[in-house]
């Protein structure tokens, strides 16, 4: 599969001083590219490629070429939004 688009993870510093996520659905086939559009997305400090996206992926997302969308981020993701307990 050639890649259309990135999902880039995007470390933050939040208003408290804690740190967070975020994740972000990049249209953008070059990975430099994608992780600079998603850093511009928010104030972010540090960013990382997570997986390459295909077309059809971007077009479920709604998603045009150059744009970008944030899909989960610590308050959201159900790995670290909190602990399940049995």
Not at 2 to 15: E, L, P, Q, R
Not at 60 to 80: F, S
């Amino acid at each position: 599969m050639t890649a259309a688009g990135w999902m880039v993870t995007v470390g933050i510093i939040k208003d408290d001083n804690s740190v967070g996520h975020i994740v972000y659905a990049v249209a953008l086939a070059d990975p430099t590219e994608a992780i600079g559009a998603a850093l511009r997305s928010c104030s972010g400090e540090a960013a990382a490629i997570n997986h390459e996206l295909s077309k059809t992926q971007l077009q479920d997302l709604g998603l045009n070429a150059g744009e970008v969308l944030a899909i989960y981020d610590d308050k959201t993701d159900p790995i670290t939004s909190g602990t399940l307990r049995h």
